[in-house]
């Protein structure tokens, strides 16, 4: 490879939304940019797969033909205690369902026509920052660049190269978590997304492409550790005392073999920006899945970062500037989001909090427009 072939004006780690986002506008603002991913297109990921209603003019923007692919539109919202008892809920902004399967691969395919460089199966074994411009490692090749953007999602060997603080908190109360997804097929109401309750986690349910389901749900790795480490002993001795879960598991068909799963979740506070490198989606900052705007907050970081690494690029702002401005509107647009995600995080799955929150959210509707309007965010 020549050394014009390894210099990039932005070099992009990570290619789930935040990084394909990311890649797309900042090549469509004629800039030479590569996006290293680990995996390859398609791929299943762990992720609730419900995109709030706040992201569909970016993704219309970006080029993804959501008004022509007949997607799930979801407005209601039931939650249920690890007993069964329900509340039911409108979402006044609502939301659509898409997988990760399908919507990762049509944004890389997008990426791509936007004229970004897209390499899969590349892992990123380290990043540094030297001589005011970046090195990016990978096992073949070192990459230079003037900008990077760290976008690997909930947890990658960048982070324990870098020891960030959240990778230390393994004891935590928001720390050493574990998911796990499938896709079924169930007669799961198209406009609904279930919040399904049980001891120490919770699983969420909404439909997807292609009438199929998504059923992703968390719990801590102590309740999976209980369970002799088995998933399937850990859903029949636990998730299914939940009478709507265990509905579900004897009635559906599930679509693959094992389930995708992910361990070692996080969601302690974390840096926006590291060693000069912009983070974007889970990695710099991971709301709870019963907030369920993860995938717009990503969608959105990727915007607010790209207008910003132009203006650099463009040499109409500092890099200190760029830092400060990204830090700053990150804040500004996520933190009170991601502050009530913990701590809806740090009681849900306790059997009598849980319980007692959906009685007083039933006798009181106020409380639940309150959490549901905390938990969303504006178009962008």
Same mark, same amino acid.
């Given at each position: ?29 004629? /800039? ?52 069964? @008892? ?44 030297? @001589? ?24 990658? @060997? ?36 279930? $919040?399904?309750?049980?001891? @120490? ?37 636990? $998730? ?6 265990? /509905? ?12 995708? #799963? ?15 490198? $912009? ?28 207008? $910003? ?8 702002? #500092? ?32 059997? /009598? ?28």
């Amino acid at each position: 490879m020549s050394s014009s072939d390894s210099k990039y004006d932005v070099v992009i780690v990570g290619g789930g939304l935040a990084g394909l986002a990311a890649a797309i506008l900042l090549a469509k603002q004629q /800039h030479k940019v590569l996006l290293l991913e680990k995996e390859n297109y398609p791929r299943h990921k762990v992720c609730g797969e419900y995109i709030s209603m706040e992201s569909k003019p970016f993704l219309l923007s970006l080029g993804v033909p959501l008004d022509y692919m007949h997607l799930p539109v979801i407005s209601k919202l039931q939650v249920t205690d690890a007993r069964g @008892n329900e509340v039911n809920a409108s979402l006044p902004q609502g939301g659509f369902g898409i997988s990760r399967f399908k919507l990762d691969a049509l944004l890389a395919d997008l990426a791509q026509k936007a004229g970004a460089k897209v390499l899969t199966s590349t892992k990123v074994d380290n990043v540094e920052w030297l @001589n005011d411009s970046f090195a990016v490692t990978t096992r073949d090749q070192v990459y230079t660049a003037r900008m990077v953007c760290g976008a690997w999602g909930k947890r990658s @060997n960048i982070d324990v190269k870098w020891q960030r603080p959240f990778i230390k908190e393994k004891n935590a109360a928001l720390s050493n978590y574990i998911a796990v997804k499938y896709h079924i097929n169930y007669p799961w109401p198209a406009d609904t997304v279930g $919040l399904h309750n049980f001891n @120490n986690g919770y699983c969420g349910i909404s439909q997807v492409e292609d009438d199929r389901t998504c059923m992703c749900y968390l719990t801590t790795a102590a309740n999976l550790r209980n369970s002799g480490n088995d998933l399937k002993k850990l859903e029949q001795d636990v $998730l299914v005392k939940n009478r709507w879960l265990n /509905h579900v598991f004897s009635d559906a068909t599930f679509l693959y073999q094992s389930p995708v #799963t992910i361990s070692q979740i996080s969601f302690e506070r974390k840096s926006q920006v590291e060693d000069h490198v $912009l983070l974007l989606g889970d990695a710099a900052g991971m709301i709870t899945p019963l907030c369920g705007n993860g995938m717009s907050m990503a969608l959105h970081a990727a915007k607010l970062a790209s207008g $910003l690494i132009n203006d650099f690029l463009l040499g109409s702002s #500092t890099r200190s500037h760029t830092e400060q401005a990204y830090m700053a509107a990150w804040k500004s647009r996520f933190s009170r989001r991601l502050t009530l995600g913990r701590v809806i995080q740090s009681n849900f799955g306790k059997d /009598h909090i849980t319980a007692m929150f959906l009685k007083t959210a039933n006798a009181l509707p106020f409380v639940k427009k309150a959490l549901i309007s905390g938990a969303a965010g504006k178009p962008f």
